[in-house]
């Protein structure tokens, strides 16, 4: 089995090509191959198919809004098994690979999610590094909630961009105090706002266009990178500004990308990085139980 690993802003990916849709990701070999020290390692697993593909096999039960038979499709596979609607630096990635593998020569193309179509923009691609735009679609209020860590809480709002994120923007938390704080364990949340868990960022305010954000992510724990993240984050720190629509730079922990809000939608423009491919040893994945 042929992989390639990516990543975009450091939130990194294995990703499986799978034209056939012929593998089988239940979450124990997801898991196991997303773990640093049993497998290859990353955060989430990106199979490459086609929208048709995977609905003929069943992997979806019918196809999201949006998209047709023949778009790409990113099956996307958090690194405990669990499967999640979208993954903003995902589609990135997922973009470089169609492109950098000659699976795809267009600039503008549509890549499906479970959250529906996400059309993308590749300004620039080689085989190792590219930039691209994804449209996120819409940004949709939640309402507000809070998370608590280590005793501390902080006040946040629920955002839906296609899964669910609770930005807490806090007035105290500088960026040396967000270094510090200790993302090692799952944060407290309030289970009947968001009853299928939910990704949480932790956000600086607003100062000259740009925000810090640390991220403890649904069905992966924290990384250093979350592209619906920073479009929560981006949308709440619009908020905290009064403003509905605007550009913002979100930094993280692996790098910073740019989100911009108009009219209730989002678009994030980053960075992506395909630095291995390879094969997966046949033996040790039929091991896997
Ligand atoms: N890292 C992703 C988000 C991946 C899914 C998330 N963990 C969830 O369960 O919703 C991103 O870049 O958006």
């Known amino acids: 089995m042929d992989f390639a690993k990516g990543h975009g802003t450091e939130n990194d990916f294995v990703l ?4 056939d849709v012929a593998i089988d990701l239940q979450p124990s070999r997801v898991d196991a191959l997303c773990d640093r020290r049993r497998g290859i390692g990353a955060d989430g697993v990106l199979r490459v198919a086609r929208s048709g593909a995977l609905l003929e096999r069943g ?3 019918e196809l999201p809004s949006g998209l047709d038979h023949d778009d790409w ?3 996307y596979r958090n690194a405990d098994g669990s499967i999640a609607e979208m ?3 995902g589609v990135r990635v997922f973009a470089h690979y169609l492109r950098s593998s000659g699976l795809e020569s267009r600039s503008d ?3 499906g999610s479970r959250a529906g179509a996400r059309p993308v923009t590749v300004h620039s691609a080689d085989n190792t590094d590219a930039d691209v735009t994804v449209h996120m679609g819409e940004v949709r209020d939640l309402g507000r909630s809070s998370a608590m860590v280590a005793g501390r809480k902080f006040d946040g709002v629920g955002i839906d961009v296609g899964n669910p994120h609770l930005a807490c923007v806090d007035a105290e938390l500088d960026s040396g105090a967000l270094r510090t704080l200790d993302l090692s364990s799952q944060p407290e949340f309030d289970a009947d706002v968001f009853p299928h868990g939910v990704n949480i960022e932790f956000v600086t305010v607003p100062r000259d266009g740009a925000v810090d954000m640390r991220v403890f992510e649904r069905g992966v724990g924290e990384t250093r990178s979350c592209g619906t993240g920073t479009v929560a984050a981006a949308a709440a720190a619009l908020r ?3 403003a509905e629509n605007g550009v913002v730079k979100v930094r993280v922990l692996g790098g910073e990308v740019e989100v ?7 678009e994030l423009r980053g ?3 395909l630095v291995a491919s390879g094969t997966v040893s046949d033996a040790w994945w039929a091991s896997l139980r």
């Open 240 to 242: 905290f500004d009064g």
């Open 109 to 111: 193309f549509v890549v």
């Open 16 to 19: 499986l090509r799978d034209l």
């Open 260 to 266: 911009r809000i108009a009219d209730g939608v989002g």
């Open 73 to 75: 499709f990113m099956d």
């Open 87 to 89: 993954c903003g630096n």
């Open 59 to 61: 992997v979806l039960s």
């Open 271 to 273: 960075p992506s990085k």
